[in-house]
Nanobody, 121 residues
Framework: VQLQASGGGSVQAGGSLRLSCTAS????????MGWQRQGSGKKREVVAA???????NYGDFVKGRFTITRDNAKNMMYLQMNSLQPEDTGVYYC????????????????WGQGTQVTVSS
């Protein structure tokens, strides 16, 4: 299943964005999906993860600002981001298949083309 992220853009600090992830096929075969991000000069990190049963985990830096959802019927996944800060700037990727190591996932095996999020102060 190929994934394509969209919905990024430029906002001021405190603003909101909603990212969408479109899958080329059924996501029902995928257990864990999620969002990763990579800022300039930084390591890629897991922002949020969700299983097909709806189990959710967020990176510690999210602090209640983001919400991940998944619509298995529409083969879509979303990330609602509120109270964005400059440190949230980066390329956001939707991803699938958690790396071995249990829950919460430390990363994913596959990801699609990302979408740029830029937050200015």
């Amino acid at each position: 299943v190929q994934l394509q992220a969209s919905g990024g853009g430029s906002v001021q600090a405190g603003g909101s964005l909603r990212l969408s992830c479109t899958a080329s096929g059924s996501v029902n075969i995928i257990n864990a999906m999620g969002w990763q991000r990579q800022g300039s000069g930084k390591k890629r990190e897991v922002v949020a993860a969700i299983t097909k049963e709806g189990r959710i985990n967020y990176g510690d830096f999210v602090k209640g600002r983001f919400t991940i959802t998944r619509d298995n019927a529409k083969n879509m996944m979303y990330l609602q981001m509120n109270s964005l800060q400059p440190e949230d700037t980066g390329v956001y990727y939707c991803a699938e298949e958690a790396l071995p190591g249990g829950w919460p996932p430390r990363g994913f095996k596959y990801w699609g083309q990302g979408t740029q999020v830029t937050v200015s102060s």
